[in-house]
């Protein structure tokens, strides 16, 4: 798994609004040459970018996205709440910001965010649309990943060939194995959760070790010791994007 070390947090952490290509092109103006998103599904399939189950803390809308057409969604302002300069940005889908990395040759790490209950479908349904899109551009793969487990499975049964990685907030118990289970290639961890042991166990497994979500100097300097493979930042204005 080759891509760059330095990840921008949906999209460009917190300059700009989440997950929207306006933050897309201001993590790429800091230099930025791979980026992490939040991708469900509307009710009626459309893949697209968000990271809560419902629609108020980032968008003009109300109650649960899952349950809402695209043809509404797309309608809506997801770029007032963060601050004037973005207002009426709207939602993003999956294929408009693949387009947008493969304009660039970019990388992108695709969250897999279901509607509760909906985990495998979204898995599958995500993967698929990823295939498609870039069916083109194998090289530049976008990288998927999830808490849910059953998500994942959902994404290996439908593109098996896309790389995959468990997300962990907690050491839970058999995490090591789920993720050997679910023919992961990495483990993102909480940045506090890695030190010298969890890294040699993921090592020793053949995972890759990533970090989520890095803001401060001192946890970037900490895990750069440990020698951590990527590293999630909302902090593309402090860390230039060096491999």
């Given amino acids: 798994m080759t891509f760059p070390r330095w990840i921008a947090h949906r999209g460009a952490g917190k300059l700009a609004p989440e997950n ?29 970018l968000l990271h809560d189950a419902t629609l108020e803390r ?18 809506l302002d997801a770029g007032g709440w963060h601050s004037r300069a973005f207002a009426g940005e709207p939602l993003a889908t999956l294929e408009s910001v693949a387009r947008h990395c493969q ?18 479908q979204t898995g599958r349904a995500v993967a698929l649309e990823a295939s498609r899109l870039w069916a083109d551009d194998p090289a530049h793969a976008p990288f998927l990943t999830s808490f ?23 050491l839970w118990d058999g995490w090591l194995e789920a993720a050997i289970r679910l023919g992961c290639v990495a483990l993102v961890c909480n940045h506090a959760l890695w ?19 890095v803001n401060d100097e001192w946890a970037a300097e900490r895990l750069l010791l440990l020698g951590l493979d990527g590293i999630i930042t909302d902090r593309v204005d402090l860390f230039a994007p060096v491999d």
Avoid at 20 to 42: H, I, Q, V
Avoid at 64 to 70: D, E, H, P, Y
């Fill in 148 to 170: 849910r487990p059953d998500a994942l499975m959902g994404a290996r049964e439908a593109a098996p060939d896309l790389r995959r990685g468990l997300l962990l907030d907690s």
């Fill in 195 to 213: 030190d010298a042991s969890t890294v040699a166990l993921a090592r020793g497994a053949g995972l890759r070790t990533l970090a989520y979500t």
């Fill in 20 to 48: 929207t290509l306006a933050a897309f092109r201001l993590g790429a103006a800091c230099g930025y040459r791979m980026y992490e998103c939040d991708a469900k599904l509307s009710a009626d399939g459309v893949v697209f």
């Fill in 58 to 75: 980032t968008t003009n809308g109300q109650g649960l996205a899952g349950n809402v057409a695209w043809s509404t969604l797309s309608r």
């Fill in 103 to 120: 304009a660039n040759g970019h990388w992108l790490n695709i969250e897999i965010k279901p509607t509760p209950g909906l985990e495998a």
